[in-house]
């Protein structure tokens, strides 16, 4: 499970604002954000196992992320990894509308998944959950969880009210942006059992911000793109516990050839 709340061009002073989780087990063996060796543009964190990421901006403008469709008829191993869909978009010069398209026609290689891409003047998602296409999406407060965009899961729920409410205030932080996504509180038995969960899972998985001594969630990531030319980023990295282990704080001036 993971989970994304932002808002695409509500804010003038900020096109873009990001809270995310990223929930995963604790032995995978994973890299803080960081700028990459063979890709120095690129600011992502790193699946040591595939090598790929789950969310990265880059210092040209461009963002992408992706989460897992949890899709119980399909269960068998894919021959891609999910986590190359971005790294591709990231280290790619495609607009975000022909990147999609031509994903859409090797979607079939990937487990289920959902995929946000934007070089700032637009944001499009996909998923190869459903049969629909590629959708630029509208300046509004969206959620993306395990399910379709915008699936009223509690968790979704919670947070866009959050962050509707923060840009109310306009107290737009790193802390402010994490608070969007620290909940641990367990909503009760309202995930759609659609999703392949038992109860007790379902329970498990049901809050925003997850911790089991064997899954949970391993960080939180929060980001803005500002009027001007400035990207700011912040990686919190948690343990098993949910304790906080690590932060690493990044600020980009956009290339905006």
């Avoid at 026609?105 to 946000?116: E, I, P, R, W």
Wanted: aromatic share 10%; proline share 6%; with cysteine.
């Amino acid at each position: 499970m993971c989970l994304l709340i932002f808002a695409h061009q509500v804010s003038p002073d900020y096109p873009l604002l990001v809270a995310a989780n990223r929930d995963e087990f604790h032995a995978r063996p994973t890299t803080i954000s960081d700028f990459w060796a063979d890709y120095p543009e690129l600011l992502a964190g790193q699946d040591l196992l595939q090598g790929g990421t789950w969310m990265g901006i880059t210092r040209n403008g461009r963002f992408a992320a992706v989460t897992n469709y949890r899709d119980p008829s399909r269960t068998d191993e894919a021959p891609r990894s999910r986590g190359e869909i971005p790294l591709k978009y990231l280290t790619g010069s495609q607009s975000p509308q022909d990147f999609l398209y031509e994903l859409a026609t090797m979607a079939q290689d990937y487990a289920g998944f959902n995929v946000l891409v934007s070089d700032r003047n637009s944001l499009w998602h996909y998923t190869n959950g459903d049969k629909n296409d590629p959708q630029r999406l509208a300046p509004g407060i969206y959620g993306l969880s395990n399910a379709s965009l915008d699936t009223p899961w509690p968790k979704v729920m919670l947070g866009k009210a959050k962050l509707l409410a923060l840009l109310k205030t306009g107290a737009i932080s790193h802390n402010t942006l994490a608070d969007v996504v620290s909940s641990q509180h367990l909503p009760g038995q309202n995930i759609p059992q659609a999703q392949g969960l038992d109860g007790t899972m379902e329970s498990v998985l049901s809050p925003q911000f997850i911790v089991t001594d064997t899954y949970g969630t391993r960080s939180t990531t929060t980001l803005w793109f500002d009027a001007g030319a400035q990207t700011s980023w912040q990686e919190q990295s948690f343990d098993a516990k949910g304790v906080l282990r690590e932060v690493q704080l990044k600020e980009i001036i956009v290339n905006k050839r």
